[in-house]
C-alpha cells in the first residue's frame, strides 16, 4: 500500500458526515397530465445530449474499472465537460487509469491533480472539481459522499452508497444536506435512467397489469473476481485490492450488486419491505468472507410479498431480471407485459437498426444517460437528487443480508435504529484480524461483527 496513506480512524472517517444534520425523507413527485379524476402518469423523456453551458470539471475517486468506464460516460454526456482530477488508494490503479482516459478522450491529466492514499477523496473533492464521480470501494463512500455535499458538489455516485447501517443513515441526512444546497445527486441504479424501463412503469403505473399483488428479482450470475494475495501485502491492502470479496468492503454481492434489482421492485411498488427472512450460504468462493448465494423472503406492511435470490457461482443458471405481477398481468419490469394465458399484450419499441428491423437496445447507454441526466439537471436548473431510493434500496439489501448471516427475521425499525459499522477502528497499512471464514447462520449475530 502506498505509504503516503493517511492514518484515519473509523470515527473520524465517517465524523463529518455526522455533523450533516437530521435524517429526512426526500420529495419525490410523480409527472402527471390530465384533468380527469384519476391523473395520468408520463415517464420522463431523457435527452440524447446534456445542453451546452459553462465548463463543469468532474474528480473521479476510485480509478478501478468502474472509475474509468464512469469517466467516459461522463466525456459522452455533452459539451465542455472536462476530468481534471483522479483519485485512489493505490498509484498503479490511478495510473491505468489516467493512461486509458488520455488513449480513449485524449485528455491527459496533470500530475499534480492525481492523488493517492486512503484521503484522496479529500484532495480530489478540494481540488476544484464542479463535480465528483464516485467509484471507491462501497466501504469508503459515505465519507466521500458526505464530504462532497460539505465541499458543495454535484455527485454521480456509484451503487451502493454503504455497507451498514450507520454508514447508510449517515448518506441520507448527507442527500438532505444536497437538497437544501441545491447539489443535484445522481446515482449508479442505471434502470431509473433507462427510457425502457420508464416506459414499463408508466404502463404499469397506469393500470396495464391491474393492482400489483407480488414480485420475484434475480441476479443469478458467476462470479466477478478475485486477487491472489502476493508477499508483501499488510491485511488492509489485500482486502482493499480484492474488495469484492470482503463483506465490510463491498456489503456482500446482494448489497453491491443486487440492489439494481431489489432498487426496481421498490420503484414499481412505490413502498419498501417492513421485514424480511432468508437464508444463504457459501459454496466455491476462493477469497473473502462473503456468501455466494442469496434467497430472501420480503414482506410489506400490507402483507404483499417480494422473493429475492442472487448468486455468484460459475457454471450454473443464470438469470436477471424483476418481474412484478399483478391482477392482470405482470411484467419484466423493462419492456415487455403479458397477461395470464401467457400472451404478450405490449412491448417497449427499441429503436431500428439499419436493416429496418428492431435493434432490442436503446440507442444510448444508460451508464451514458445517469451522466447526460446530471448534466442537464445542473445545466437547467431541473433539479434531481436519487439519495433517499438508493438509501432505501440499499438499506433493504443489507437488512436481507443479515436475515441470511443470522438466521433471523430482521425489519426496517432494526437496520435504522442499528449502530452496526463494518470495518476496522483504524484504516492503517498493517494487519487486520477478521477471519476469512463466512457467516454462520444460527449462531449469535450470525458472523464476527467487524468494528
Given at each position: 500500500?502506498?505509504?503516503?496513506?493517511?492514518n484515519l480512524?473509523?470515527?473520524k472517517?465517517?465524523?463529518?458526515?455526522?455533523?450533516?444534520?437530521?435524517?429526512?425523507?426526500?420529495?419525490?413527485?410523480?409527472?402527471?397530465?390530465?384533468c380527469?379524476?384519476?391523473?395520468?402518469?408520463?415517464?420522463?423523456?431523457?435527452?440524447?445530449?446534456a445542453?451546452?453551458?459553462?465548463?463543469?470539471?468532474?474528480?473521479?475517486?476510485?480509478?478501478?474499472?468502474?472509475?474509468?468506464?464512469?469517466?467516459?460516460?461522463?466525456?459522452?454526456?455533452?459539451?465542455?465537460?472536462?476530468?481534471?482530477?483522479?483519485?485512489?488508494?493505490?498509484?498503479?490503479?490511478?495510473?491505468?487509469c489516467?493512461n486509458?482516459i488520455?488513449?480513449?478522450?485524449?485528455?491527459?491529466?496533470?500530475?499534480?491533480?492525481?492523488?493517492?492514499?486512503?484521503?484522496?477523496?479529500?484532495?480530489?473533492?478540494?481540488?476544484?472539481?464542479?463535480?465528483?464521480?464516485?467509484c471507491?470501494?462501497?466501504?469508503?463512500?459515505?465519507?466521500?459522499?458526505?464530504y462532497?455535499?460539505?465541499?458543495?458538489k454535484?455527485?454521480?455516485?456509484?451503487?451502493?452508497?454503504?455497507?451498514?447501517?450507520?454508514g447508510i443513515?449517515?448518506?441520507?441526512s448527507?442527500?438532505?444536506?444536497?437538497?437544501?444546497?441545491?447539489l443535484?445527486?445522481?446515482?449508479?441504479?442505471?434502470?431509473?435512467?433507462?427510457?425502457?424501463?420508464?416506459?414499463?412503469f408508466?404502463?404499469?403505473?397506469?393500470g396495464?397489469?391491474?393492482?400489483?399483488?407480488?414480485?420475484?428479482?434475480?441476479?443469478?450470475?458467476?462470479?466477478?473476481?478475485?486477487?491472489?494475495?502476493?508477499?508483501?501485502?499488510?491485511?488492509?491492502?489485500?482486502?482493499?485490492?480484492?474488495?469484492?470479496?470482503?463483506?465490510?468492503?463491498?456489503?456482500?454481492h446482494?448489497?453491491?450488486?443486487?440492489?439494481?434489482?431489489?432498487?426496481?421492485?421498490?420503484?414499481?411498488?412505490e413502498?419498501?419491505?417492513?421485514?424480511?427472512?432468508?437464508?444463504?450460504?457459501?459454496?466455491?468462493r476462493?477469497?473473502?468472507?462473503?456468501?455466494d448465494?442469496?434467497?430472501?423472503d420480503?414482506?410489506?406492511?400490507d402483507?404483499?410479498?417480494?422473493?429475492?435470490m442472487?448468486?455468484?457461482?460459475?457454471?450454473?443458471?443464470?438469470?436477471?431480471?424483476?418481474?412484478?405481477?399483478?391482477?392482470?398481468?405482470?411484467?419484466?419490469?423493462?419492456?415487455?407485459?403479458?397477461?395470464?394465458?401467457?400472451?404478450?399484450?405490449w412491448?417497449?419499441e427499441?429503436?431500428?437498426?439499419?436493416?429496418?428491423?428492431?435493434?432490442?437496445?436503446?440507442?444510448?447507454?444508460?451508464?451514458?444517460?445517469?451522466?447526460?441526466?446530471?448534466?442537464?439537471?445542473?445545466?437547467?436548473?431541473?433539479?434531481?437528487?436519487?439519495?433517499?431510493?438508493?438509501?432505501e434500496?440499499?438499506?433493504?439489501?443489507?437488512?436481507?443480508?443479515?436475515?441470511?448471516?443470522?438466521?433471523?427475521?430482521?425489519?426496517?425499525?432494526?437496520?435504522?435504529?442499528?449502530?452496526?459499522?463494518?470495518g476496522?477502528?483504524?484504516?492503517?497499512?498493517?494487519?487486520?484480524?477478521?477471519p476469512?471464514?463466512?457467516?454462520v447462520p444460527?449462531?449469535?449475530?450470525?458472523?464476527?461483527?467487524?468494528g
Amino acid at each position: 500500500m502506498n505509504q503516503n496513506s493517511s492514518n484515519l480512524s473509523r470515527r473520524k472517517f465517517l465524523g463529518d458526515a455526522a455533523a450533516i444534520g437530521a435524517i429526512g425523507a426526500l420529495g419525490v413527485g410523480a409527472v402527471v397530465s390530465g384533468c380527469s379524476r384519476k391523473a395520468t402518469y408520463v415517464a420522463p423523456v431523457f435527452p440524447e445530449q446534456a445542453p451546452d453551458g459553462p465548463v463543469l470539471k468532474a474528480g473521479i475517486i476510485g480509478c478501478g474499472g468502474r472509475g474509468t468506464g464512469a469517466a467516459m460516460n461522463f466525456l459522452n454526456a455533452g459539451p465542455n465537460l472536462q476530468i481534471t482530477a483522479l483519485g485512489d488508494v493505490f498509484p498503479h490503479r490511478l495510473e491505468r487509469c489516467r493512461n486509458a482516459i488520455k488513449e480513449r478522450a485524449g485528455v491527459d491529466i496533470p500530475e499534480e491533480n492525481c492523488f493517492t492514499g486512503l484521503d484522496n477523496y479529500k484532495k480530489v473533492i478540494d481540488s476544484g472539481v464542479d463535480y465528483v464521480i464516485l467509484c471507491e470501494p462501497p466501504y469508503f463512500r459515505p465519507a466521500s459522499f458526505a464530504y462532497a455535499v460539505q465541499a458543495r458538489k454535484h455527485i454521480f455516485a456509484e451503487k451502493p452508497v454503504g455497507v451498514d447501517p450507520v454508514g447508510i443513515r449517515t448518506v441520507m441526512s448527507a442527500g438532505r444536506m444536497a437538497e437544501s444546497a441545491g447539489l443535484n445527486v445522481v446515482v449508479g441504479t442505471q434502470r431509473r435512467n433507462s427510457p425502457d424501463y420508464n416506459k414499463t412503469f408508466e404502463m404499469v403505473k397506469n393500470g396495464a397489469i391491474g393492482d400489483i399483488i407480488s414480485a420475484n428479482c434475480y441476479w443469478n450470475g458467476g462470479p466477478l473476481w478475485h486477487v491472489v494475495r502476493q508477499p508483501g501485502w499488510s491485511d488492509i491492502e489485500y482486502m482493499i485490492r480484492d474488495w469484492g470479496n470482503w463483506c465490510w468492503l463491498s456489503g456482500d454481492h446482494i448489497v453491491e450488486q443486487h440492489v439494481h434489482n431489489l432498487d426496481v421492485v421498490n420503484w414499481f411498488f412505490e413502498k419498501i419491505p417492513t421485514k424480511c427472512a432468508g437464508f444463504g450460504g457459501r459454496a466455491r468462493r476462493p477469497t473473502g468472507n462473503q456468501f455466494d448465494f442469496f434467497s430472501i423472503d420480503f414482506e410489506y406492511d400490507d402483507g404483499r410479498h417480494m422473493h429475492s435470490m442472487c448468486r455468484q457461482v460459475l457454471n450454473c443458471a443464470n438469470r436477471n431480471e424483476e418481474l412484478i405481477f399483478g391482477t392482470k398481468g405482470y411484467t419484466n419490469s423493462q419492456d415487455k407485459i403479458w397477461d395470464y394465458s401467457g400472451d404478450l399484450i405490449w412491448e417497449y419499441e427499441y429503436p431500428l437498426g439499419e436493416d429496418g428491423q428492431p435493434t432490442g437496445r436503446l440507442a444510448i447507454s444508460p451508464k451514458d444517460q445517469e451522466h447526460i441526466n446530471l448534466v442537464t439537471a445542473i445545466r437547467t436548473g431541473n433539479y434531481v437528487n436519487e439519495t433517499q431510493a438508493i438509501c432505501e434500496s440499499n438499506m433493504i439489501a443489507i437488512m436481507g443480508r443479515e436475515s441470511a448471516y443470522s438466521g433471523r427475521e430482521i425489519t426496517w425499525e432494526e437496520m435504522m435504529d442499528s449502530g452496526m459499522e463494518l470495518g476496522p477502528e483504524e484504516l492503517v497499512s498493517g494487519s487486520y484480524d477478521i477471519p476469512a471464514v463466512p457467516p454462520v447462520p444460527g449462531q449469535e449475530g450470525g458472523r464476527q461483527r467487524t468494528g
